[in-house]
């Protein structure tokens, strides 16, 4: 290491930050303005990262620079206003500066002991968490990446539940010879609930699937004759908030099925659970209470940096019993203060209760509810000013953040390929992004709202450059 490569005295990181600082405004100063993708090719993007292993190092000042440039020059503005691809969100500045400070600050935030302000500010968002999505208070809460890891964090909460009640124990002694679980889920469930089952060794071949409607919505008469014929441990995972419709499982009536058979209900709602937040928008998550265990995400449509999700277990002692571990140089906590790494999968970890905080502190009960509805009334005026177009068609029912977009063309048999070449335009345009999708059969445009600083204006740009595709596409 050379001198020059590493900045010890406090001036230097000084001047390195503000150099960060610097480029970091300059860059959100540009996200109203600049276009949506990068221009450059995915081969001149990894250029701009290339080289080979440097051997010797380069000043700290040089090293920033050069990314921040790099940076500039290929990072996709999904933390803007225009994006509506897949369900991604943007940054509250709150929430944006608790992140800068939570690196900082470098916290170890998976032991009580290597850090008790870690997991201070987590014992009290738990508290936020829970009463802000009407969650019962006694709840296990863990603080992890994604919602992937939530899945997986509940559903192994879940498989210690349902065996442990069937005699087992699961951690101990394996799933060999174990009762077999049955897991039983919505046609429409996310991957990341088949991920979760793969990693539980649960797998994913023996899922029963129970049909949807035309939203997406589990179809509860299905779900109870399913679940007539089954016998022993069962789990049964539904949605809030479908990737494509936004659509919402009846929870209710499925709470009622599982209670016939004592299933544990699991609820994905990476996104759609935010809208227990909203007075307005929280009868669509009717019965929610009932379930057994709830995975959502912060870094959605709560908008804090990536990465932050949150499992969420009725019933702590299963969470514990599936989460927990022991050893003896671990330092016990005191006074029953939260040891962090009681309730997630990983041991050494980031302080994402820092920015969580942030966030919930900075909008309060009444800003999320706003930014929720904002993101769902969005969503209803770009359905409404694009179908007003001939030819376009809205393919479900708005219920959320989420709209399913067709495009049609003098010849029916080629709305797919017209509405993939509309896609692509519309990516090449820039003004905005939006994924494709396919939608029981048919392809799809998906325009997803859930950033903080979306405004009508910014959907009104989006649907001029949508159209103008179109009609190009069209000819
Ligand atoms: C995004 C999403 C997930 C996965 O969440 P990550 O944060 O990407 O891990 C799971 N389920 C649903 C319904 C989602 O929308």
Redesign the pocket.
Known sequence: MTDESLSSSSAGVAALLTQARDAAVKYLESLPERPVFPAPSFEAIRNLYGGALPETGRPAAEVVRDLAAAGEASVVASAGPRYFGY?IGGSIPAALAADWLTSTWDQNAGLWSATPAASAVEEVVVRWILDLLGLPPASGVGIV?????A?FTCLAAARHGVLRRAGWNVEADGLAGAPRIQVVAGAEA?V?IHGALRMLGLGTSSIISVPSDAQGRMVAGELVKTLAGLEGPVIVCA?A?N?NTGSFDPIEEIVRAAETKKAWVHV?G??GLWAAASPKRKHLLRGIAGADSWAT?A??WLNVPYDS?IAIVKSAEDHFGAMSLKADYIEKSVNESREPLDWVPEFSRRGRGFALWAAIRNLGRSGIAEMIDRGADLAKFAAEKLSKEAGVEILAEIVLNQALIRFHGKNAEKDDELTREVVRRVQEDRVCWLSGTRWQGKEAMRFSVCNWSTTEKDVERSVESILKCYRAARG
């Open positions: 369900v990446t994604g919602c992937q890891m899945n996310h990341t949605q908030g990737v994905d990476a996104f995400d870094h959605k999700g």
